[in-house]
């Protein structure tokens, strides 16, 4: 099963890396972590320093933005199409 790492103890152990310029062998040793799981996390660091550990359950602002924006999309196409239903019934009225 594989465990569970809190966000700030991911940070811990990057900023650790970082800042001190320790090889990430050690740091993973004197941490007890795989060093495969703290290259992957350092990985993620560079890649997204704004919130790259947003957490269990939690989109990171990327994703939240995008999640809304598809459901803004979603309720936009659904307004068009009940207008374009309500152009056609009034036009074919007129006549």
């Known amino acids: 099963m594989a465990k569970y790492y809190s966000a ?3 940070m811990d152990a990057v ?3 970082e800042t001190t310029g320790a ?4 740091v993973a040793a004197e941490l007890g972590i ?11 660091y560079r ?3 704004v919130d790259p550990f947003p957490g269990s359950g939690k989109l990171s602002s990327d994703d939240a933005q995008l999640r809304k924006l598809e459901r803004e999309n979603r309720e936009l196409r659904g307004e ?3 207008l374009k239903k309500a152009a056609a019934y009034f ?3 007129q006549k």
Do not use: M
């Open 47 to 49: 890649e997204k320093s």
């Open 23 to 26: 090889p990430v062998a050690r």
């Open 91 to 93: 036009a074919k009225n």
């Open 80 to 82: 068009i199409k009940i």
């Open 15 to 17: 900023k650790r890396v």
């Open 34 to 44: 795989n060093e495969n799981t703290l290259h992957g996390w350092l990985k993620r």
């Open 8 to 10: 700030e103890f991911r």
